[in-house]
């Protein structure tokens, strides 16, 4: 039996994809990223995105805090 705190060690090569419903969905999820920033870049590379009303990614950078994002990107760092 998997752990939920342990999957992304089994599944490290996956990335974790967050979007919210809507904008205000979205910036909840980027206010508890920003939250937690410190513990979580130690385990994660978090990546913002910026998506247009075509679906067509604008923008993919590390995330930057203050900047709104339309999406988040988790991948585990190595070890």
Do not use: H, P
Not at 6 to 19: A, E, G, P, Q, Y
Not at 46 to 56: R, T
């Amino acid at each position: 039996m998997i752990k939920r705190n342990n999957c992304t060690i089994w599944l490290s090569d996956r990335k974790i994809f967050f979007m919210g419903s809507n904008a205000v969905r979205s910036r909840k999820y980027q206010i508890g990223v920003n939250k937690y920033l410190s513990i979580l870049s130690k385990t994660f590379f978090i990546e913002g995105l910026i998506i247009d009303n075509d679906n067509n990614i604008e923008t993919r950078e590390k995330f930057k805090t203050g900047k709104n994002y339309t999406a988040l990107i988790f991948t585990r760092k190595e070890d």
